[in-house]
C-alpha cells in the first residue's frame, strides 16, 4: 500500500547480488549478481493478465508456480499456509503477504531462501517468513514476528533447526538484519555457533518495475540465473572440499524435515 490506502504495484524485480562470507575454518567468499522478484501473494493474477512475459501457473519466460513453496503435496494454499505459521506465533491473518523470491526462469528454479513479509491492514509489518530450501528437496520456515524497526531495519533471530550444506553443522542460531522491500531491499543472515560467527549470507538490490520490456532486460542479462544458482552451489562446495573443510554429510534427522 501506499500512503492513503492506495494499493501500489504488484509486483518488483530487484537487482543486485549475493554474498557469502565463511569466516572459518578457512576464509571462503563468494560473490554473484542476481535478481529477485517482489510478489504481492494476493495479486498474482492480476500480473499474469497484464504481463506477457511473466506467468502465474502457467508457462512464460518469467513465472511462478505455488507448488515451488509451502509444504510439500499438502493441498494447503500458500495464504492459508503463511496464516497457519502465523497463528502458531500468536499472530492474525495478515492483511497482505509479499514475498521476495527467484522466480522459474524458462521453467525452471531452485529457491535457497524466499521471504515472506507478513502486514497489518495498516501495511505495518507484523510478520517475516524464512523459506529455506535444500538440495535435497527439503524445505522450512522460520516464521518470527518483528518486534519493530530500527532507521528501516529490522533484527531477528532464531535457532537453526534445517540442514543446508553438509558443510555446516546443524547447529547454532541465525541473526537477521532486513530492509524490507521498498525503493531497495536487504536481507543479511549470520549464522554463529558456540565458537562464534560461522557464516555472512546477504542479498542486496535496487528495486526496478515489473514490466515487459524490463523483465526483457533483465533476463538478457541473467539469461541462465536460475541455473547458475545450482551450478554455483555444486561450484563452491567443490572449492571448500579443494580447501580441506570438512564434509560432514546430511544428518539422518534431515529427511524428515
Known amino acids: 500500500m501506499v500512503p492513503g490506502g492506495t494499493p501500489g504495484p504488484a509486483g518488483a524485480i530487484y537487482e543486485g547480488r549475493v554474498v557469502h562470507v565463511r569466516h572459518r ?9 542476481v535478481f529477485s522478484l517482489g510478489l504481492d501473494l494476493d495479486r498474482l493474477d492480476e500480473l499474469d493478465g497484464t504481463l506477457r512475459l511473466f506467468g ?9 508456480r505455488a507448488e515451488d513453496h509451502g509444504p510439500k503435496d499438502s493441498g494447503v ?12 506465533i500468536g499472530l492474525a491473518a495478515p492483511a497482505r503477504i509479499e514475498m521476495l523470491t527467484y522466480p522459474r526462469l524458462f521453467g525452471y528454479v531452485f529457491n535457497p531462501l524466499t521471504v515472506w513479509f507478513c502486514r497489518d491492514s495498516n501495511d505495518t509489518l507484523r510478520a517475516i517468513v524464512y523459506e529455506v530450501h535444500n538440495t535435497f528437496g527439503d524445505r522450512h520456515a ?5 518486534q519493530g524497526e530500527d532507521a528501516g531495519l529490522v533484527m531477528q533471530q532464531a535457532e537453526k533447526r534445517f540442514f543446508v550444506s553438509p558443510f555446516i553443522t546443524n547447529t547454532g542460531n541465525y541473526r537477521f538484519r532486513v530492509r524490507p522491500p521498498g525503493q531497495d531491499v536487504a536481507v543479511v543472515i549470520r549464522h554463529a555457533d558456540t565458537d562464534g560467527p560461522l557464516l555472512d549470507a546477504s542479498f542486496s538490490g535496487q528495486r526496478k518495475p515489473l514490466t515487459d520490456r524490463q523483465i526483457a532486460a533483465t533476463v538478457l542479462r541473467h539469461p541462465l540465473m536460475t541455473h547458475k544458482v545450482v551450478a554455483g552451489i555444486h561450484w563452491e562446495a567443490a572449492r571448500l572440499w579443494l580447501k580441506g573443510i570438512p564434509f560432514l554429510g546430511r544428518p539422518a534427522s534431515s529427511w524428515r524435515a
Request: aromatic share 12%; hydrophobic share 40%.
Open 142 to 146: 522460520y516464521a518470527i514476528p518483528v
Open 56 to 64: 502465474h501457473g502457467r508457462r512464460a519466460l518469467l513465472s511462478f
Open 77 to 88: 494454499g500458500l495464504r492459508a499456509w503463511i496464516e497457519g505459521l502465523l497463528h502458531d
Open 25 to 33: 575454518p578457512k576464509r571462503h567468499r563468494l560473490s554473484y549478481r
